[in-house]
């Protein structure tokens, strides 16, 4: 049905609740949004690539790239806990930083792994085994 009131047309796409994404981060435990913005999925889709076999925090493009996925993973966050998360890369070594690819992949993973409406024909996935990114 088309619309003229984009909020109803919203609306009538949202999706059920969903179970929250959680990780922990330089020792800080973080809970997601429930869902990213449009410009967030734009923003990720648009970050510089990264390749953790050839990662290295020396050199400027792959610092550019970290950072990008890290301001992605701080934009899912609720503000109030933002500030946390700024605070917790400076307990993770620069020699580490690929731990924020890790961190962000988790992340797109398990909102694009999530139905958008219950399913009524596939049968349950196995559970993921609870992987939680960490330092």
């Not at 109803?8 to 913005?37: H, N, Q, V």
């Not at 510089?48 to 950072?67: A, M, S, T, Y």
């Not at 961190?103 to 797109?108: Q, S």
Request: a negative charge.
């Amino acid at each position: 049905m088309p619309y003229r009131d984009f909020d109803a047309a919203r609306r009538a796409y949202a999706g059920p609740d969903r179970e929250p994404i959680e990780f922990t981060y330089g020792g800080e435990r973080f809970t997601c949004l429930p869902d990213p913005t449009l410009g967030d999925c734009f923003d990720i889709h648009d970050a510089p690539e990264l390749d953790p076999n050839d990662f290295d925090p020396n050199r400027p493009e792959d610092l550019l790239g970290v950072r990008s996925l890290a301001k992605f993973i701080e934009k899912m966050l609720p503000y109030e806990d933002r500030p946390r998360f700024q605070k917790a890369h400076y307990s993770i070594p620069s020699s580490q930083a690929i731990v924020i690819y890790e961190c962000a992949g988790y992340i797109v993973e398990e909102y694009t792994n999530r139905p958008t409406e219950p399913s009524g024909t596939s049968s349950p996935s196995p559970a993921s085994a609870g992987r939680i990114s960490s330092e």
